[in-house]
């Protein structure tokens, strides 16, 4: 995990570096990154401390409706700013959209935005990188 200061807030960073065999595959092309909004943060950005068991809960939901069954790959977690990004590639756009639908419909805490767009070079993960 890589943390860093801009103007006051902090920006955490996790890659998943298992991917190496994934990064630009044919199979995942279709970006998806899933948006969380903090109830409540820290002077930093970072969320509060009643709110980090919660989001560990989501990523693991999220884990395992999304990546265990090998619909996507977990690029990289970003935390800043108030909220955290989940960036994740696939190859069942369509199927992943159900699924976020249901847990957006059952999931208390937050609401989980998401965006879904062809990338089939990696583009928006190479440009985190950057």
Known sequence: MHVSERDGS???LRLNEDI???VCHPKYSSFLGISIAFKKTSIT???AD???NILAELEALLAEQLVD???CVLA???TENGSREFMMYTYAPVQ????LGVLNETWMHHDIKFTMQE??????FETLLI
């Open 96 to 99: 992943c959209e159900k699924i």
């Open 119 to 124: 990338d089939s070079e990696w583009d928006v």
């Open 10 to 12: 902090l920006s955490s």
């Open 69 to 71: 069954n090998m619909l």
């Open 45 to 47: 950005g970072m969320p």
């Open 50 to 52: 009643e709110e980090k």
């Open 76 to 78: 990289a977690v970003v």
């Open 20 to 22: 190496h065999d994934y």
